[in-house]
Structure formats: structure tokens, C-alpha cells
């Protein structure tokens, strides 16, 4: 059975690298964070309806993503992970933290859409400025980082932190998808 496999953590954390690494290691694909396309287009100034729109084209593009793999990939794909570069989670932890409510939609697909693990970027990376990054303070970065860390502690799938440098948080990773296929 394909896993999917989700990395999380706050801005400016790795998850993108970790997720283009990973789906290269395993020879496998990953779903972008959509976000990034939608502000891109929209403007970096949010409202809580587009972090629904956020939520709904991420999970619609996820979706897309995986069917279009397993289409491809018509042997078995039974130990071929696909990772997911943010999910509900990410938009819940924004939601609550930027405007403190969630849309129910949000909360409902947190518990309807089952992943096989979550991979948690520590912010312990230097910060990077980028023009959709909203908080380089390591204050609210560790705040960030805690509220994603407690989403995780309080649902049922296996979660790993990742952390360090060069090349350790693909080291890390690597080997945490290595235990579910054990």
C-alpha cells in the first residue's frame, strides 16, 4: 500500500528541500505546498477564506498528485512513499495562530485524511528571507514549532523530529520512512 508521508514545521525550516531529497532518495514523488503558488498569484496579504482556498486546492492538489503516480507507476507501488510537503495541519496551526479560529472544513479533513507519518523540521535552521515569509524571529519560530509539535503529539500516526545540518535532516528522514516499511 502506498504511504504518504507529510513534513511540517514552521517558515524557513527545510520542508520543501526535505521533501524534493526524499522523494529523490526513494525515487518516488512529493506534492508541493500550494500555498506558495496561491499567494505568489494572490499577493502575500491573507485572509482566513484563502486559507480555506489554501486547504482545498493543497488537498485537491495532493490528491491529483498521488492518482497521476499510481496511474504512472503501474507495477507495485507498495514500498514507494509519497511525501507531502504541508497538509490541514500547517493550515490549522496558521489559522489559529494568525486569526485564533480554524475553518470546520480545515478540522474535519485533519481527521478524514489519513497519512502513514509526519516528519516535524525543527527551526533550527538559519532563517532565510523569502517575500512570502512572515516571521523570522526565533521567538515566534519556536512558537510556531510548538503548536505543530502539539498537533502531532495529540493524533494517532507516528511523527519524527528532524533537525541539524548538512545533510542530517535527510539522514534523519530517511531513516524514519525506513520503519514503516519494516
Not at 520543501?16 to 494572490?42: D, I, K, S
Not at 477564506?49 to 486547504?55: P, R, T
Amino acid at each position: 500500500m502506498l504511504k504518504k508521508i507529510v513534513i511540517l514545521g514552521p517558515e524557513s525550516t527545510g520542508k520543501t528541500t526535505l521533501c524534493a531529497a526524499l522523494a529523490n532518495h526513494f525515487g518516488t514523488t512529493w506534492v508541493p505546498e500550494y500555498a506558495r503558488e496561491h499567494l505568489t498569484e494572490q499577493g502575500s496579504a491573507y485572509t482566513e477564506e484563502d486559507l480555506l482556498v489554501i486547504a482545498q486546492k493543497q488537498i485537491e492538489q495532493e490528491d491529483q498528485l498521488i492518482q497521476q503516480w499510481q496511474q504512472e507507476k503501474k507495477e507495485s507501488i507498495s514500498r514507494q512513499p509519497i511525501f507531502v510537503d504541508t497538509d490541514l495541519y500547517v493550515m490549522k496551526v496558521w489559522s489559529e495562530f494568525v486569526f485564533n479560529s480554524c475553518h470546520p472544513f480545515i478540522l474535519n479533513g485533519i481527521v478524514h485524511r489519513p497519512y502513514d507519518m509526519y516528519l516535524l523540521c525543527k527551526p533550527d535552521l538559519p532563517w532565510e528571507k523569502d517575500a512570502l515569509r512572515e516571521y523570522p524571529d526565533q521567538i515566534t519560530r519556536d512558537r510556531l514549532y510548538h503548536h505543530y509539535k502539539d498537533a502531532l503529539m495529540n493524533q494517532a500516526y507516528p511523527w519524527k523530529e528532524i533537525g541539524g545540518l548538512n545533510g542530517q535532516r535527510l539522514e534523519q528522514a530517511v531513516e524514519a520512512v525506513h520503519t514503516l516499511f519494516k
